[in-house]
């Protein structure tokens, strides 16, 4: 099992940044791939950036330039830095942990972190 902890949302206005945090613990060492993803009031949850156990990186194309995943593996920790946020940013984050478990893929997924940007 990995538990994931969520930290760093809050209120910012157009243009500014912030920094979302996420704390895995548990079973760290089988998780292959961490992810943000994020969902608007009345959308569906969509991919904002990915990053694996090799270290490689995507994003989805409305935040390249923007935003910056990256991780602390000491710290069991993945970030999200946001900067340049616009107000259709606004929405709950969501980090994500997959692996595979035999021949299943599992997910898990923190609580949730609401950034609101406002215009």
């Known amino acids: 099992q990995v538990q994931l902890v969520e930290s760093g949302g809050g209120l910012v206005q157009a243009g500014g940044s912030l920094r979302l945090s996420c704390a895995a613990s548990g079973s760290i060492f089988s998780i292959n791939r961490m992810a943000w993803y994020r969902q608007a009031p009345g959308k569906q949850r969509e991919l904002v950036a990915v990053?694996?156990?090799?270290?490689?990186?995507n994003y989805a194309d409305s935040v390249k330039g923007r935003f910056t995943i990256s991780r602390d593996n000491a710290k069991n920790t993945v970030y999200l830095q946001m900067n340049s946020l616009k107000p259709e940013d606004t929405a709950v984050y969501y980090c994500?942990?997959?692996?595979?478990?035999?021949?299943?893929?599992?997910?898990?997924w923190g609580q949730g972190t609401q950034v609101t940007v406002n215009s």
């Open positions: 994500h942990a997959g692996y595979y478990s035999g021949i299943y893929y599992v997910n898990h």
């Open positions: 990053i694996t156990s090799a270290g490689s990186t």
